[in-house]
């Protein structure tokens, strides 16, 4: 759990750092760090569905997810009660922020296959590597949206150490294939938050987060019934 301990107090330096410079930024500078912050979101996540589609062994698959977890969340309506928990803080901008953080940070190959390799073979190269990335991209989003998104660093270490875990316990059924799966969604659902962000189209991000969760309950029935 070392590199995943390292990963989310990286978050937690660029937040504060984030946070500090937001206090003396013009309404200008704001604007446009929004506008790189959403570039960046679409162009990770294109990038993480382009990459890993062509080896997908079920190509639909990811469709089926995204279909079944954005109905599931709207039913539960989780954008709504998110933002409302939020807006009870006076911040109607956190939950975009802490969504938007808390998908670039969980939703990367390196903050999954991390904490894999480091339960297998104690070897936290691809965590300290992803820490570095968060760190730099925590002092963006603290900068757009405050101190708020720090929150994110709670997810990510829940994250990491639940797949820390899962892998220490059940290593064969984390699988590549699964990886290369989750990876595709999680890159969609970072297009829609870079498309929120540069308000060309409200995805309503935060109800089509149960998405991530239908590869791995595809992969757990297969692994029991096949």
């Not at 709504?80 to 807006?87: E, G, H, S, V």
């Not at 270490?157 to 999680?186: H, K, P």
């Amino acid at each position: 759990m070392t590199g995943t301990i390292i990963n989310t107090c990286t978050i937690i330096a660029g937040s504060a750092i984030g946070s500090v410079l937001r206090r003396g930024i013009k309404k200008e500078y704001s604007s446009a760090l929004f506008n790189a912050l959403g570039l960046a979101c679409l162009a990770l996540g294109f990038n993480a569905c382009v990459t890993r589609m062509n080896d997908s062994e079920y190509p639909v698959l990811f469709i089926i997810s995204l279909a079944i977890g954005s109905l599931a969340g709207t039913i539960l309506n989780l954008d709504a009660r998110l933002n409302k928990i939020m807006n009870r803080k006076n911040n109607s901008s956190l939950a975009e922020g802490l969504t938007t953080a808390s998908l670039l940070y969980c939703v990367g190959t390196l903050s999954i296959v991390g904490p894999m390799m480091s339960a297998l073979y104690g070897d936290n190269t691809f965590l300290i590597t992803n820490a570095t990335l968060d760190f730099v991209t925590s002092i963006v989003l603290a900068a757009s949206y405050g101190i708020g998104v720090i929150w994110a660093a709670a997810i990510l270490f829940a994250w990491q150490g639940c797949i820390y875990l899962l892998t220490m316990n059940f290593g064969s059924i984390l699988s590549d294939s699964l990886i290369r799966e989750i990876s595709i969604v999680g890159g969609a659902l970072i297009v829609c938050t870079g498309l929120s962000i540069l308000k060309i189209k409200d995805c309503k991000t935060v109800n089509m987060l149960p998405a991530l969760l239908v590869p791995a309950i595809f992969f757990l029935l297969r692994s029991l019934f096949v």
